[in-house]
């Protein structure tokens, strides 16, 4: 049985703890462009499998981030180059509704949906 490099990298059943910071989005690695109002999500590169990122699996996908009991749905639209496997880089927009920019890094739980 032959499973897809995507099955490991991106799971649903799995939740991941890791840091969540913010930056302002622009042209992303999905092709889009984004603002800072918009719910969005970069994923750290070790995740990404294609050769051109647009048409990567993880283009198609969006997260559910959790934190202090409050959850936040965001699409995946970039690639982290400074992010563990683990860590995701949000909109400003999204890193709002759990605390201050100044705060500049949460803990936060996050799954695939
Ligand atoms: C994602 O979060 C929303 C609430 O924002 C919730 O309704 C939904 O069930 C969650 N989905 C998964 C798969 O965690």
Do not use: E
């Not at 990567?56 to 690639?79: M, R, Y």
Request: proline content about 4%.
């Amino acid at each position: 049985m032959k499973f897809a490099a995507t099955t490991l990298l991106i799971p649903t059943a799995l939740a991941f703890t890791g840091r969540m910071t913010y930056y302002q989005p622009g042209l992303g690695a999905c092709g889009k462009t984004n603002s800072a109002n918009d719910a969005i999500v970069a994923i750290g590169h070790d995740r990404w499998t294609s050769s051109n990122p647009n048409k990567d699996p993880l283009c198609s996908k969006s997260i559910n981030i959790s934190h202090n009991g409050k959850t936040v749905k965001a699409k995946v639209v970039d690639k982290c180059m400074g992010c563990g496997a683990n860590d995701i880089d949000v909109s400003p927009a999204i890193f709002k509704q759990f605390g201050s920019l100044g705060t500049g890094v949460i803990q936060v739980n996050w799954n695939f949906v």
